[in-house]
Structure formats: structure tokens, C-alpha cells
């Protein structure tokens, strides 16, 4: 081995671990020491990686990101490629001779929009291509290298006032109101605000060459997303929803296809659904894509596929995995995907055309899985206890770039050899932090249900967990309600598990990853025998002597903020609950939520058209029966469960009723605060959930929560 080789290999020794007596637990203020790996994206040649870092900014209480290269061999140590701090979405061009991103910097103190750059591959001064009034985002070369597409809100209005600004022309009248007249019944979106439909995301396009000036290959009233040019460069490829008010008909998505030039679109394929992300063929003759068939009649939860459809025109659709009844393209629930940066997850075709790469969730569990193109039948990629977090593939599909996390790590980037199953880890950020941590992995079990159905959980237990003391309980509930907790790294659980609690984390009927049944029997019932799947799951602990039944409590954000009101309505056996951003009113939600019910997915009609229901499965027509403390964590602009909805009803309703009871705000927070929110207010949830169950599960004092 040479002398460079040695010391590169050394830069990635894993830190010696401490001794076990002298490791710490985790804490919530780890959180500002964590680093995030993401959107990894393997050069052609495949030996090279670029990828996104994301650390915290303690001070400013924010996140940065730059572009970072490791070789694939280890040869070097992973280094910045870019200087940050806002830099994302690196895509290499397919000569390798060029990374196009993203760059995001400030103007007089505010965050100004993302514009592209370029940088040699060699590395090298980056140069802009991009100065548009709203910036532009999704960079996808075309494939002779010369040109990259891309999308963009910025409209002719825009352009027009930016051509003023610069070349002095000033209208003192010139004014941009910010009244907003409605007339769609989606008009903002949890995390992005009020939509603006003048500036809808169109496809432009932007020469390498020095000078060259973005023009728009779209135009019109609808969005555009998913950007891929076809192999011989004469067209790019998006996917759209070309429907005024998509929310009075199932979702829906097709696949577009426009000229390079620009010009009128046409549709390419078409299913009962939604298409996602979408790949070509190597001989350029057939398109893999991800779609989510509509069930008839409509249905809560609906499985995604994957496709394949020929692009002769006429050309019907090929479901590919109506046999695997597991979700294609998804990933777990988790409170540790990188917070900045995208997480794009692989879709490749082998190099002879005859299967498709793509990740799959199954049963807690991520990992790549190979399916044959013309039979469906599926191998497996990767395999373990795992979640592939993210991925991309060399253009013959023999490497591929992986994050992965498991319950004891955030998210490393890996590198898999297809061909011998050879996997090499290129970066070990967290290593320094984790050798000091006392971290355990959680213990799966299953239990089975009122009904006999068998319901898979995880249990996480204190460090130095002792077989002949009886804990206090956590019961943590994942939102979606179509989602899936499993084998991937959550701050929460560990650090719950770390202050004394045996954390308990099921997967209920209605979550994702266990087939089409499995998720959608809870439609028109939710809440309803999912919150027996629950109480089975505290029982079994009860029965194996783990835990104290007389010190429950009982959390969860989202859709485990419904169950979490839902379950202390049901029993007084819980001595503490926290629901998070959660729903009180079925009723008040239908009408202030980010999206629409409008299709009966979740209730059969409107809420006058079926009050009953709505009273029925809504907390706070129960709300008389709660005995147990109730602390009501709230983001202040969040718009998919509007607090009004949710935690101020029961916290109002509470008071009235003289119940113990505290409503935790956090301002300018949306509903992505425990993933994605300001680290400080990150840390505080995580201090008051703790806080308000060692108050009534350990016997903690605390004053914070009394009237003064």
C-alpha cells in the first residue's frame, strides 16, 4: 500500500470505541453535533461520489450544506468540494468533466433563491449559469453534456421587472401587493406558504457555455417536476397534473414529453394514478417508472408499483409488481433524514436492459431490490436490518451510492459493487460522536391483536437495562397514519430510552410496508382498531414484566397525534400523554387543512353530509372522559394539521374542565418540526415531552408546567 493510500485509509479508521463504563448516554443537545449524508450521486465511471453534508449552525440556529467528493476505491478521503453554505443537489454530467448545483446566498441579510452552478470535475472555481428572479432547482444534463434542464417559477412579469432593475429604470408606482384573492380550494402548503398559481414550476433549459442566457422549454398554468432528457437529447421528459382542481378526482400524474426546443408537450404514458420518478432503458426503447394505482372504489392507502411502458406511441403500461405486495420507492419514518438536501431514491436499469434497481419497504426494513423487466420477479440488492435511505447507480447499473442508516447510525455513504456484493463505507462523520454514546439497538418483536392479526414493534431500552426492574413506558406513535417505523436511527427513541423509559414502537394496522390490505383496512375505521394494535403492543410488555403499568405514557406526532388525543378518550390507564401537532375535530380539519378531502378516501362525504361520523371518530366529541395529563406540542405555521384543529381545542376544552394540561408553541415552526425544524426548537420538543413524563412517570417536579 503507498504512503498517500496509508494515510487515506487511516483519515477512515472507525474511533475507538470507549470502554462501556465510560460512555454517556445520548442527549438531546447531540442533535448540534450531528452530520447528515444525502443525495448521493456516483460519477459515470463510478469512481466518484458526490453528495451533500449537512451540519447545524449552533449560532445561527439553521443548517448549512456543501458538496462533498469521496473516491470509491478510498483511495482519498472524502473532502468539500464546495464552500457552502447553502449548496445542494450536485449532478455530474455524463462526460464526468462537470458538477452542476445548486447555490443559495444571502443578499442585505435575507436568503436570496438557489441559482445553478458549474464546477470543473476536477474541482476548481464554480461559476454561475443561472440569475433568474426566482432561481432555479433539479438540474439534469442532457446527454451530450452540453445543456442542463431544470425548473423554475419565475414568469414573463419577473424577468420584465428584473430587466428594469438592472438597467436603472425604476417606476416609483411600481408595487407588488400582497393581497391574495382565492379561488382554488388548495391555496398553501404545509413547510412552503401560499401557493402562488402565476409562477407555477415550468422546465427551462441552460447552455454550458460561457454567456449563454436560461430560456424556458415550458410554458402554461400547471407544474412540472421530475425532469429526465431522452437519450438522444432531442426531448426532455416531466411529469404533471394537467387538471385546474385535481383535488375533486383521485391524484393523478402523467408523463410528459417536449422538445428539446420547446414547443407544445405530449403525453408519453398514462395510468389510474399518479407517475413518479421514471427511467430510461439503455437502447432507449422502454421507460421504467414508479406509479400508484387508484383503487375503485377509492381507498385510504393505495401501494405503489413499479412500470414499464414502451415508448412506441399507444403503448399501454406494464405493472411490474402487482405480485409484490410490498412499497416500491419508499422509505421509514424517522426523525433523522437529513433535515436540507434532497434524498432521490435510485431507479436503474441493468446494462442489457433485462431488470430494473429500485428500494422497496418492507416489513421495517429498505433495501434495493432487482426485478426482472419483463416478469416482475424480484433479488435481492441489499439485505439486513437497514434503511437504504438514498441511492444512485453508475449508467450500467454495476455501482451504486448508498446512505444508510440503521437504529445505532444516522446515515453513512456507502458504495456496492453489483457485480461481487462488495460494499465499502466512504464516510464516517458521526464516528467521533458515537464512540463517546452508550447506544443499544432496539429488540423487534411480534404480538399478535385482538383479532389475531400480528403486528410487528420494536422496543427500545434503557442502556444499562436491568431484566429485574419494571420501567416506565413510551408508547410512540408514527403519524402518516400510511407510514412505517423500522431499522433506521431516531434521536427520540434513544434519547427516551437514555432518560429511563422503555420506549415501545409499533407498526398498526393502516401502516405502509405490509401490503395493500394491511395499510387500507383501517379506511372509513381510523381511529379505531389500530388503537387496539396499540394497546396490544403495552400489554405484551406488561405480560413479559418489562415495564410498570402504572407508569404509561403515550406520544405521537401527526397521525399519532390523532391516536395519541384518540387513546386517552378510550382509557384513563395512561398517567401522561404528549400529542403533537395532532387533530381534535375531523370536522375543523376537513375544512382548514393544506389538502383536501374531497375524495372519499378517508370519509364518505363532507361534514354535513356525514356529521355523525366526523363526531364520531373526532377526540374531542370524548373529550369529558380524559383523566390522564395532556401536553399539546404546536407548530405555528403549520397548515397541514392547523393547531385551530387540533391542539388548541383540547387544550381550551381541557382547561375548561379544569384537566391538567399545557400547550407547547413553537413560532414559525411547520409540521416538520421534529425532522426538519430550527435545531434549538428541535431540542426544546424533545426537553418537554421528556419533561412532562418525568414529571408524571418519574415524580419530577417541575414548575415550568404550573399556572404561576
Known amino acids: 500500500m503507498s504512503l498517500r493510500l496509508a494515510l487515506c485509509a487511516a483519515l477512515l479508521v472507525t474511533p475507538a470505541a470507549l470502554p462501556g463504563a465510560d460512555r454517556r448516554p445520548i442527549t438531546e443537545t447531540d442533535l448540534f453535533r450531528f452530520v447528515w449524508v444525502t443525495d448521493p450521486q456516483i460519477s459515470p465511471d463510478g469512481k466518484r461520489v458526490a453528495f451533500v453534508r449537512v451540519t447545524v449552525n449552533k449560532k445561527k440556529d439553521g443548517y448549512e450544506t456543501a458538496v462533498w467528493v469521496a473516491s470509491t476505491d478510498g483511495s482519498e478521503a472524502p473532502r468539500a468540494f464546495t464552500s457552502g453554505p447553502q449548496d445542494a443537489s450536485p449532478r455530474w454530467s455524463p462526460d464526468g468533466k462537470w458538477l452542476a448545483f445548486t447555490r443559495a446566498l444571502e443578499k442585505d441579510g435575507k436568503p436570496q433563491p438557489a441559482q445553478l452552478h458549474v464546477i470543473p470535475g476536477g474541482g476548481g472555481e464554480s461559476r454561475a449559469l443561472t440569475d433568474l428572479p426566482k432561481g432555479g432547482g433539479s438540474p439534469e444534463w442532457s446527454p451530450d453534456s452540453a445543456t442542463i434542464a431544470f425548473t423554475s417559477t419565475t414568469n414573463d412579469q419577473d424577468l420584465a421587472k428584473k430587466a428594469r432593475q438592472d438597467s436603472g429604470k425604476k417606476d416609483d408606482a411600481e408595487r407588488d401587493s400582497d393581497v391574495r384573492v382565492i379561488t382554488r380550494a388548495v391555496y398553501r402548503f404545509n413547510g412552503r406558504g401560499y401557493l402562488d398559481r402565476d409562477r407555477p414550476g415550468h422546465v427551462w433549459a441552460v447552455a454550458l457555455a460561457e454567456g449563454a442566457t436560461p430560456r424556458p422549454v415550458t410554458k402554461g398554468e400547471f407544474d412540472e417536476a421530475n425532469v429526465t432528457w431522452s437519450p438522444d437529447g432531442k426531448e426532455i421528459l416531466f411529469t404533471s397534473n394537467r387538471d385546474k382542481e385535481p383535488y375533486y378526482h383521485d391524484d393523478d400524474s402523467d408523463l410528459y414529453a417536449v422538445a428539446a426546443a420547446g414547443g407544445e408537450p405530449r403525453r408519453v404514458a398514462s395510468i389510474e394514478g399518479p407517475i413518479g420518478d421514471f427511467a430510461f432503458s439503455p437502447d432507449g426503447r422502454r421507460i421504467a417508472f414508479r406509479g400508484v394505482p387508484n383503487g375503485h372504489p377509492t381507498r385510504s392507502f393505495d401501494q405503489p408499483d413499479l412500470f414499464v411502458v414502451d415508448r412506441a406511441p399507444g403503448s399501454p403500461p406494464k405493472n411490474l409488481t402487482t405480485a409484490y405486495d410490498y412499497d416500491v420507492g419508499s422509505g421509514l419514518t424517522g426523525d433523522q433524514r437529513a433535515p436540507r438536501g434532497g434524498s432521490p431514491s435510485v431507479l436503474a436499469w441493468t446494462k442489457d436492459g433485462s431488470a430494473i434497481v429500485t428500494r422497496t419497504a418492507a416489513r421495517g426494513r429498505a433495501n434495493l431490490q432487482r426485478f426482472d423487466a419483463a416478469t416482475g420477479a424480484v433479488t435481492a440488492v441489499t439485505s439486513g436490518d437497514q434503511e437504504v435511505m438514498s441511492a444512485s447507480a453508475t449508467p450500467d447499473a454495476t455501482r451504486f451510492a448508498l446512505v444508510v442508516s440503521t437504529p445505532t447510525a444516522i446515515g453513512d455513504l456507502f458504495v456496492l459493487d453489483a457485480t461481487t456484493s462488495e460494499k465499502r463505507q466512504l ?282
Open 427 to 708: 464516510t464516517r462523520f458521526n464516528d467521533a460522536l458515537f464512540a463517546e454514546l452508550n447506544l443499544t439497538a432496539p429488540e423487534e418483536i411480534t404480538y399478535p391483536s385482538f383479532d389475531g392479526r400480528k403486528i410487528q414493534a420494536w422496543v427500545q431500552k434503557p442502556p444499562d437495562f436491568d431484566t429485574a426492574k419494571k420501567y416506565p413506558l413510551i408508547l410512540n406513535i408514527h403519524g402518516g397514519p400510511h407510514a412505517a417505523y423500522g431499522y433506521t436511527f431516531d434521536h427520540e427513541f434513544q434519547w427516551m430510552a437514555a432518560k429511563g423509559y422503555v420506549v415501545l414502537y409499533p407498526n398498526p394496522r393502516g401502516s405502509s410496508a405490509y401490503g395493500q390490505e394491511f395499510g387500507n383496512v383501517i379506511q372509513y375505521h381510523y381511529p379505531g382498531d389500530d388503537y387496539k394494535d396499540l394497546m396490544a403492543g403495552v400489554d405484551e410488555l406488561i405480560r413479559r414484566g418489562t415495564v410498570d403499568p402504572q407508569r404509561l405514557g403515550v406520544t405521537g406526532g401527526s397521525g399519532g397525534g390523532i391516536l395519541t388525543n384518540w387513546t386517552i378518550t378510550q382509557t384513563g390507564r395512561f398517567a401522561a400523554a404528549v400529542a403533537q401537532r395532532s387533530i381534535a375535530d375531523w370536522a375543523g380539519f376537513w375544512y382548514t387543512a393544506d389538502f383536501t378531502l374531497f375524495t372519499p378516501q378517508w370519509f364518505r362525504g363532507a361534514p354535513w353530509e356525514e356529521p355523525a361520523d366526523f363526531a364520531a371518530r373526532s377526540p374531542i366529541t370524548r373529550i369529558a372522559k380524559v383523566t390522564t395529563p395532556l401536553m399539546l406540542i404546536e407548530g405555528e405555521a403549520d397548515y397541514r394539521t392547523p393547531p385551530a384543529d387540533g391542539g388548541e381545542q383540547m387544550f381550551r376544552a381541557l382547561k375548561y374542565l379544569k384537566k391538567p394540561t399545557v400547550m407547547v408553541r413553537f413560532p414559525d415552526e411547520s409540521h416538520e418540526l421534529s425532522r426538519s425544524g430550527k435545531p434549538w426548537h428541535r431540542v426544546e420538543r424533545l426537553q418537554h415531552i421528556v419533561a412532562w413524563f418525568d414529571r408524571y412517570l418519574m415524580g419530577k417536579k417541575n414548575d415550568a408546567y404550573d399556572v404561576p
